[in-house]
């Protein structure tokens, strides 16, 4: 195991309040400890993986102990009393030595240690794993400064002045980013960090790999007796022994099955990017060196008929990928790599010429990374599944009531073929079938989500955001695997069929108002789809979903090509467009997200109203013109359908 060198030093000039005696200091430690432990690990490089991470987080506070004799330094205000006066000074070498902690070579010793075994804190929910991967793209500094304000309770004067004396050479903008991060991310970021699955002091145990550690003890005990035996014949070489004949060139290390990158089976569980460098490799022709040199020599481009999801390079990898599955898929041999930016899928049919398919997979997650569409036949598709997935099941989203039915995935995580949604009937669009998938309780408690297949090798992650009550915060998307998500997307499944093979990535449905409708009609939902692709582009499709339309017939009211909104950096929306009443009264409506007050018609309607929804009779056709007022003074021009 790795070793993580603690630094011993203390902390700077600018640490406040004088050095405490050992006493006070031991006492202060006891009292503290848990918090101490918990400020450490949040500063603490996620990229250490979490089992070093939680033993480097003991290891920094219980080096905080002050050595030597008394000396004094005073940037802070001071504390009350003396047990304050230890408490603060230990704070402060804490975040010292968790900012400047490094890794050293395994003869730096670090304690404590831990062998034969994994322990790492409690696994979250969703909310918890955003927040975790939030904090894992910010720099240390960034999250100590949130873990003093939050955690610690520190002003921003305290935390400033404490960040300048452990060595940050721009504290105010650590705090600024703290604070943006504390905006963005959801739910309430003080009582998720307080949580147990921030905890290092509550933590799970779990073996390690014991076959493996079992074979490299042989192989450690093989290699020390042959050492022994070639002493000897080393010394009877004379010394003017020949050189030895030079090595041929090396091949390309990207053409070179020999040269595949292959993860630790384990690394999934101990590992804060969650995606697919992750996927150890799997199946049974992983050592065909055969198969897999002509798969990397197709990648290189030797003439093999290549397919690409849009914008997707096809130039041969810069260096040697990693090797996710190699073995038999329907009768194929199937080898599925991966360059760190892109999936490559290579297949040798029974009968035919091979062929090769290139996705973007940059940035994938927990969910996008979940899953791999191995072979598509007329038995259904069948996937490779991530080997955090613990559950799999199947679903018809026209059928929400119903129960996922489970899927038997095989050892290596080939799931049997997945049947084809349901034909569409007269008018309608078709069932769509999605999985139901659940992570492992090793990386993220009670977290299921929805995947469906939309063309390409990675299947798109389905999220639901509903409306927020009266008062309340604007929600964040969550999964839709309970019976409100399923219920809402059973009325949405229609708009996926038109996103085939356009490389979307995944797709959040979220109801942004509601409106009574004239003439006591009843109440219409507004709704964006948002789509987004694995290049950047989004998709947003706005439909007004009314009573007496069904959802199997359900059709975008407007759909809106490479647009930010809708989504994280496109909040405000405006859109409207014609309806007729059930008398057969024609009518504009609009409606605004939260942050819409007033409504303006031009054009071939001309009328006004104030708040987030807009309803005016529209007796004839023409273009309408829609502008909204934001909260803060701003315009925000609508989108308005056809015919509106």
Request: proline letters at 10%; hydrophobic letters at 45%.
């Amino acid at each position: 195991m790795q070793q993580i060198r603690i630094p011993r030093k203390g902390p700077s000039a600018a640490i406040s309040a004088p050095r405490p005696s050992r006493d006070a200091a031991e006492a202060a430690l006891v009292e503290h400890y848990p918090a101490l432990v918990r400020l450490a690990h949040l500063v603490l490089p996620p990229s250490l993986g979490r089992q070093r991470r939680v033993l480097a987080a003991h290891a920094v506070v219980q080096r905080a102990l002050p050595r030597g004799g008394p000396a004094r330094a005073g940037a802070l205000p001071r504390p009350r009393g003396p047990r304050e006066e230890a408490h603060a000074w230990l704070r402060a070498r804490v975040v010292t030595g968790a900012l400047t902690a490094r890794e050293l070579r395994p003869a730096a010793l670090a304690l404590p240690r831990v062998t034969g075994l994994r322990l790492f804190p409690r696994a979250g929910g969703g909310d918890e794993l955003a927040l975790d991967r939030a904090l894992a793209a910010v720099a240390p500094e960034v999250r100590a400064a949130l873990a003093l304000t939050l955690l610690e309770g520190l002003g921003p004067e305290e935390t400033t002045a404490l960040l300048a004396g452990a060595g940050v050479t721009a504290p105010h903008r650590a705090l600024d980013a703290a604070a943006r991060l504390r905006a963005t991310v959801p739910g309430d970021p003080a009582a998720l960090l307080r949580g147990p699955e921030f905890d290092p002091c509550t933590v799970h145990l779990r073996p390690t790999d014991l076959l493996r550690r079992r074979r490299r003890g042989r192989a450690a005990a093989l290699a020390a007796a042959l050492l022994l035996a070639a002493l000897p014949a080393a010394g009877a070489l004379r010394a003017d022994a020949p050189a030895p004949v030079p090595a041929a060139a090396a091949p390309d290390p990207a053409a070179d099955p020999a040269a595949l990158l292959r993860a630790d089976p384990e690394r999934w569980a101990d590992t804060s990017r969650v995606d697919f460098t992750a996927w150890p490799a799997r199946g049974d022709r992983t050592r065909d060196t055969a198969l897999l040199g002509r798969a990397l020599t197709a990648w290189a481009g030797d003439g093999v008929r290549t397919e690409t999801t849009p914008r997707t390079s096809a130039a041969p990898p810069a260096g040697p990928p990693a090797l996710l599955y190699a073995g038999e898929t329907d009768g194929a041999a199937v080898v599925l790599l991966h360059d760190g930016v892109r999936l490559a899928r290579y297949t040798e049919p029974p009968a035919g010429a091979p062929a090769l398919v290139l996705a973007r997979a940059d940035d994938a997650d927990v969910t996008t990374a979940a899953s791999v569409v191995l072979a598509r036949t007329g038995a259904g598709t069948r996937y490779l599944l991530a080997p955090w997935i613990a559950e799999a099941g199947v679903r018809d989203l026209a059928a929400p009531a119903a129960a996922a039915r489970e899927l038997a995935v095989a050892p290596d995580g080939v799931t049997p073929p997945v049947p084809a949604p349901r034909p569409a009937g007269a008018g309608g669009c078709g069932g769509t079938t999605v999985l139901q998938l659940r992570s492992s309780a090793r990386i993220v408690e009670d977290h299921a989500f929805l995947v469906a297949d939309l063309g390409g090798l990675g299947p798109a992650h389905l999220s639901w955001t509903p409306l927020p009550a009266p008062g309340v915060p604007s929600r964040q998307p969550r999964e839709a695997t309970g019976p409100l998500g399923l219920a809402a997307w059973a009325r949405s499944g229609c708009l996926l069929g038109p996103l085939r093979d356009s490389g979307v990535r995944s797709v959040n449905r979220w109801e942004y108002a509601e409106q009574q409708l004239p003439e006591r009609a009843g109440r219409a939902l507004w709704v964006c789809a948002r789509a987004e692709t694995w290049e950047g582009t989004g998709r947003a499709d706005v439909v007004l979903e009314t009573p007496a339309r069904a959802p199997e017939t359900a059709r975008p009211l407007l759909t809106v090509p490479d647009t930010a909104a809708c989504g994280r950096f496109g909040q405000d929306v405006l859109a409207g467009g014609p309806w007729t009443s059930p008398s057969g009264a024609r009518y504009l409506l609009a409606a605004g997200s939260r942050h819409v007050v007033g409504i303006t018609a031009g054009g071939a309607v001309r009328a006004r109203a104030q708040g987030r929804v807009f309803a005016a009779r529209a007796p004839g056709a023409g273009a309408a013109v829609l502008d909204g007022r934001l909260a803060d003074g701003g315009l925000l021009r609508g989108w308005t359908a056809a015919g509106g």
